[in-house]
């Protein structure tokens, strides 16, 4: 059995796909997804060789050599392009996430369907997506065992596409006055702010906590720069305030 957070993660596999999944580790989420018959091929690729090891192990004694290679690489570097039609990214850092991606760039043709599940940083994620022309559909939060998780699901774009997106992020005035600027909406979630969901608060009510630590930690300090940062986190906490 999955956990909740890869369960989510596979549930957004669309049937009949040719999965890459980039940092499998143990390869849990193509092993299930092959046994549910959801995917035809998959990918499952790791940097490191302790996680590249279990990986290959778990593929072998489910008997899936056959629809799952287990590759050693760097990001994206393991697959060829037009291999495959779906990537999952999850468990990494959103600029780790963006990086892969941005170093990868070549293999995405033939990509239609990007799913990734940032532990940090989901800003980074929406910005490099934004920037490359990719659609962001959807958003998911979850929580499990104490920890928040966010899931991102994009498309590949069409022409039309940009403008829509665009929206999407555009600057704009909630009923109360209050303004949500692009930068907000890159950190929170265009979805996420509209759906609102009960997690999702929870989490900017402890994301605020750590800024206004950081805030108290710089204000110790004179020195223009962490002044100047203190101003900035300041700003940044009187947003989200407003936003949530
Ligand atoms: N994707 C699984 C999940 O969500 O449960 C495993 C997440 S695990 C915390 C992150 C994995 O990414 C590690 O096994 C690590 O070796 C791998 N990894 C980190 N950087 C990578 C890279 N540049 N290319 C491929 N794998 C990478």
Redesign the pocket.
């Given at each position: 059995k999955l956990?909740k957070?890869?369960q989510m993660?596979a549930d957004r596999v669309p049937l009949g796909s040719k999965l890459a999944?980039?940092?499998?580790?143990?390869a849990?989420?193509p092993t299930y997804l092959a046994q549910q018959g959801v995917i035809v091929f998959a990918v499952a690729?790791?940097?490191?060789p302790?996680?590249?090891e279990?990986a290959t192990r778990q593929v072998l004694e489910c008997g899936l050599s056959k629809k799952i290679s287990v590759r050693s690489?760097?990001?994206?570097?393991?697959i060829e392009p037009g291999e495959v039609n779906v990537i999952?990214?999850?468990?990494?850092g959103g600029s780790?996430m963006a990086?892969?991606l941005e170093a990868g760039k070549r293999k995405l043709e033939g990509v239609t369907h990007l799913i990734l599940?940032p532990?940090v940083g989901e800003d980074q994620v929406r910005r490099w997506l934004l920037a490359e022309g990719w659609k962001l559909d959807a958003e998911a939060i979850l929580e499990e065992d104490g920890k928040i998780y966010e899931i991102l699901t994009a498309t590949a774009g069409h022409a039309g596409d940009k403008s829509s997106q665009e929206a999407l992020y555009a600057e704009h005035m909630l009923p109360g006055g209050v303004t949500v600027t692009r930068e907000r909406l890159l950190q929170m979630g265009p979805y996420l702010m509209k759906e609102a969901p009960e997690v999702w608060f929870t989490k900017w009510e402890s994301e605020l906590k750590k800024l206004a630590m950081i805030e108290g930690q710089l204000k110790l300090s004179s020195a223009d720069a962490s002044v100047a940062k203190a101003e900035q986190i300041a700003q940044e906490i009187k947003e989200i305030e407003e936003v949530i």
């Open positions: 956990s957070r890869l993660i999944d980039i940092g499998s580790d143990h849990l989420l690729g790791e940097v490191n302790g996680p590249f279990a690489g760097d990001g994206l570097a393991v999952t990214i999850a468990g990494m780790l990086s892969i599940q532990n």
